[in-house]
Structures are given as structure tokens and as C-alpha cells.
């Protein structure tokens, strides 16, 4: 696990190796909330659904993207960025929202949001920070 750590300490000392791991963090956990929860929802009678999960589905790293912190300097448009990705997901989950009406599933699709930050400013990037997992628990 020290060569892990090390490894961590090192990605982390650059800019641009340290937000490409926080990107793909972040979409591995993005994924995996989604594709439990959120990706087996029941399609709308008329199939509209299909359109959105694939969008959903297709945008998933410019979301992870979206999320993380990252340098000015390192992505000059990342505000602009933030808006776009986050107003078409804000756009999706809405008309998922919609048309589902089971509670249980939009529990779901409410907490997706809320983990993604839908509900603040959508500049800023997510209140949930999602670390590389470096650290041992020991017994």
C-alpha cells in the first residue's frame, strides 16, 4: 500500500495528471450510482426515455468532468463548461423526474441530482469531493 500512496502523492503534485484522476474518480462513482439505481428505470410509453438515457449516458465524463475541482489555468473555460454540461443534465433528470411515478425511483433520480449539485449554482463544481481511495484501514 505504500507504493499506492506514493503513487497518489505523485499524481496528485501535477495539475493536469491530478484532475485527470479526479475526472475518472469521480465518473467510476457517477457510473456505478447511476447504473444501480437510476439507468433500469421504466421507459415512458411513448419511449422518450431512451432518447435522454443515452444522453445521460454518452456525456457521463464531461459531468465527472464538470464536478471537480481543477486549476483556472489548467481549464480556462471550465465555468462555461460547468453551465452547458450541468443545464443539459439538470434538462434530463427533469424529464426522467417527469415521467416516472414510482417513489421509490424518484427518490433515486432526486439524489442523483443532488449528488451532481443541480440545485446550486451550476458553475461551481460539486460539494461532494471524491478522493482516490489511497489509505488503509487496519484492524
Given at each position: ?53 443515452l ?25 462555461q ?21 414510482d ?23 460539486s ?13
Open positions: 500500500m505504500r507504493f499506492q500512496k506514493e503513487l497518489y502523492d505523485a499524481v496528485s503534485a501535477d495539475s493536469y495528471a491530478k484532475a485527470i484522476a479526479d475526472i475518472f474518480c469521480t465518473l467510476n462513482i457517477l457510473w456505478g450510482f447511476y447504473a444501480a439505481h437510476v439507468r433500469d428505470l421504466p421507459d415512458a410509453p411513448e419511449g422518450t426515455l431512451i432518447d435522454t438515457h444522453c445521460i449516458e454518452t456525456f457521463m465524463l464531461d459531468l465527472a468532468a464538470s464536478m471537480v475541482v481543477v486549476d483556472e489555468t489548467v481549464a480556462t473555460n471550465i465555468l463548461f460547468r453551465q452547458k454540461v450541468r443545464a443539459d443534465y439538470r434538462n434530463w433528470f427533469t424529464s426522467i423526474r417527469n415521467v416516472t411515478s417513489s421509490s425511483k424518484l427518490f433515486y433520480v432526486d439524489w442523483m441530482m443532488n449528488v451532481i449539485g443541480l440545485e446550486r449554482d451550476t458553475s461551481m463544481p460539494s461532494r469531493v471524491f478522493q482516490l481511495a489511497h489509505e488503509t484501514v487496519s484492524a
